[in-house]
Nanobody
Framework: QVQVVESGGGLVQPGGSLKLSCAVS????????MGWYRQTPGRQRELVAI???????EYGDIMKGRFTITRDNAAHTAALQMNDLVPEDTAVYYC????????????WGQGTQVTVSS
C-alpha cells in the first residue's frame, strides 16, 4: 500500500522559517510528481509548489521567492523550505505524490499544521 507522510509542521513566529518533509513508501516504481498544497478552513486547497521528475518546478504566486521545494528522486522524498513566514501562511499543508507502479495513482498525505503567530 502506498503511503504519503508529511512531517515538520508546527508553530513559528512571523518572519521565521520552517521546513516540511514528505516521504512516499510502499510498492512504488517511480514518483513522477511531488507537490505541496495548503488549505485553510472555508477555502479551497491551493497550490504551494509542485516538482515533476522531469520538467519545470511550479510555485503558487504568493510563495515565489519565499518557498523552495526540493526532492530526492531515489528516496521518494520531498521537502518544502519556507522562509519569511507571515500569519497568512497559516494552514494545513499537504503533500501529494503521483506514483507509477502496481498501485499507480495520486496519493495525499494526512496533512501537517503550520501556524504562524507571535
Amino acid at each position: 500500500q502506498v503511503q504519503v507522510v508529511e512531517s515538520g509542521g508546527g508553530l513559528v513566529q512571523p518572519g521565521g522559517s520552517l521546513k516540511l518533509s514528505c516521504a512516499v513508501s510502499g510498492r512504488v516504481t517511480s514518483v513522477y510528481r511531488m507537490g505541496w498544497y495548503r488549505q485553510t478552513p472555508g477555502r479551497q486547497r491551493e497550490l504551494v509548489a509542485i516538482m515533476p521528475y522531469l520538467g519545470n518546478t511550479e510555485y503558487g504566486d504568493i510563495m515565489k521567492g519565499r518557498f523552495t521545494i526540493t526532492r530526492d528522486n531515489a528516496a521518494h522524498t520531498a521537502a518544502l523550505q519556507m522562509n519569511d513566514l507571515v500569519p497568512e501562511d497559516t494552514a494545513v499543508y499537504y503533500c501529494e505524490a503521483g506514483v507509477r507502479g502496481i498501485q499507480a495513482g495520486d496519493y495525499w498525505g494526512q496533512g501537517t499544521q503550520v501556524t504562524v503567530s507571535s
